[in-house]
């Protein structure tokens, strides 16, 4: 299967069973920006409650936090963005496309004649680079004027370096401790991309933990271990996931280390997650910028000191899109293609599909009492249109991992067919056991 194929198949199989549709199509649609229908939008909760679970509710030492999109526009001179967050900017003049000038597709040097547009193919056509700030900027008040201007946050780290000393002392936390946040960003991007993997609109799972100076090497390998390991339990194949170390070229200047979960995505490796070393860099601007001590007096060794900030950051839109494209695959059943998404229990939209053999015979009822005592615990699935086969597959390509047949042996039997989604296995188990049989191979208590 070609790369480009997979991720046509992929863009398709959304938009059918309502994973992601593109914004506003009735109109035309907006250019890299998303819409999560009603599987898409459990799959990523479920995405991001793994996340939160494991950063905030499974440790003692993380808090949660929910800063605001807006914030004082100072915010983002001290984190250098206003300054530094841009990006070198050309156009055509012939066919009015925009490139990044390191757009390795584009021959040539922009602005000179020997510079050939990617798209068109006309030479000398591309512009001098010019510098893009990637911030939305608005306007807070009734008037548009430069005293009034804010921006939609392109990151959500800032809002966690501002809120330290609050989440600090409210929650009586001591050193090392972290915070961590779930939000969307914004950023301006000039070539957007790849699906739902770089979009102007996103959402980030961030965690920032603040430690001793002369710790944050320790604390920095150990973060990179736990991270890896969580990509892992998604079920994520490990041969398709690797490290990829920032080089001198690529390390922020107040960097002292980074690191880049990548997945082979049919694109190529790409970052699904980074771990960062940032020193005292951030917490030492905003202190110099507002002129309050960010500063964290230690009782027990009498000593002052501006914590070191390892950070981890992962975007819940690329895991969830990385889910996708690993668990997709089609494989050739009795002459027919089945479509299967292999998600694991425990992030999959719907857990299990209900359905009753025939409309008749009792089972329509049994199958919706089933299907409502499931429900209470669980996304589940009713349906009773068409041939049970075509019932099985349209779940296998919504990611379900278990069928439930109610046929006639249930009424008076009391027990169902059980098909498994990856080996369409069937096995007989009580109707009274199914909700615990689901639930044991979910996670669920």
């Known amino acids: 299967m ?14 059918r069973r309502g994973f992601v549709f593109q914004s506003s199509e009735i109109y035309g649609g907006l250019g890299s920006v998303w819409d999560y229908g009603p599987l898409g939008v459990e799959l990523k909760k479920n995405v991001k409650d793994r996340w939160w679970y494991a950063m905030v509710h499974a ?23 206003v300054a530094g967050f841009t990006d070198p900017l050309v156009d055509c003049r012939h066919c009015k496309n925009r490139f990044r000038a390191d757009d390795p597709r584009i021959k040539g040097t922009p602005g000179q004649p020997d510079a050939q547009c990617p798209v068109c193919g006309s030479r000398g056509t591309l512009t001098e680079p010019r510098m893009f700030n ?24 800032q809002g966690i370096y501002v809120n330290y000393l ?23 991007e000039i070539t957007p991309g790849n699906f ?12 920032q933990f603040f430690v001793k100076p002369g710790t944050d090497a320790e604390w920095f390998e150990r973060w990179r271990e736990w991270r890896m390991q969580w990509h892992h339990d998604l079920g994520l194949t490990p041969a398709k996931l690797q490290w990829h ?6 390390l922020a200047h107040y960097a002292r280390a980074a690191f880049d979960v990548q997945y082979q995505f049919p694109f190529g490796w790409q970052e699904i997650e980074g771990i960062h070393n940032r020193g005292d860099f ?21 000593e002052r000191y501006l914590p070191n900030i390892v950070e981890t950051s992962a975007g819940a839109d690329r895991v969830t899109l990385t889910l996708l494209v690993d668990a997709y695959r089609e494989e050739e059943v009795e002459g027919e293609t089945r479509v299967v998404l292999g998600l694991h229990p425990a992030v999959a939209p719907i857990k299990a599909g209900v359905f009753p053999l025939v409309k008749k015979d009792g089972m329509p009822e049994l199958a919706t009492a089933l299907y409502h005592d499931l429900k209470r615990r669980f996304p589940a699935f009713y349906d009773d249109s068409g041939a049970i086969g075509r019932r099985y597959r349209r779940m296998d390509e919504a990611g379900t991992p278990f ?21 369409m296995q069937q096995e007989r188990i009580g109707l009274d056991q199914v909700a615990g049989f689901v639930a044991e191979r979910i996670g669920r208590d």
Not at 166 to 188: D, E, M, T, W, Y
Not at 412 to 417: C, F, P, W
Request: hydrophobic share 35%; net charge negative.
């Open 245 to 250: 170390q920032h080089g001198p070229d690529e």
């Open 403 to 423: 069928g439930i047949t109610v046929d006639g042996e249930t009424g008076a039997g009391r027990t169902v067919t059980v098909r498994h989604r990856d080996s």
């Open 196 to 207: 739902i993997f770089r979009t102007r609109e996103f959402e980030q799972m961030e965690m």
């Open 59 to 81: 440790r003692d030492d993380i808090e949660g936090l929910d800063a605001a999109i807006l914030m004082h526009p100072r915010v983002w001179e001290a984190s250098g963005h």
């Open 2 to 15: 070609a790369d480009t194929t997979l991720m046509d198949k992929l863009v398709s199989l959304c938009k």
């Open 166 to 188: 609050n989440v600090l002392q409210s929650s009586r936390q001591r050193i090392p401790f972290g915070i961590a946040q779930i939000g969307k960003a914004f950023r301006n």
């Open 282 to 302: 951030d917490l030492g601007r905003h202190q110099e910028f507002s002129g309050k001590k960010l500063e964290h007096f230690d009782q027990a060794a009498n």
């Open 134 to 157: 990637l911030m939305f900027k608005t306007f807070m008040g009734p008037v548009e004027e430069q005293a009034a201007v804010v921006y939609l946050r392109p990151e959500t780290a």
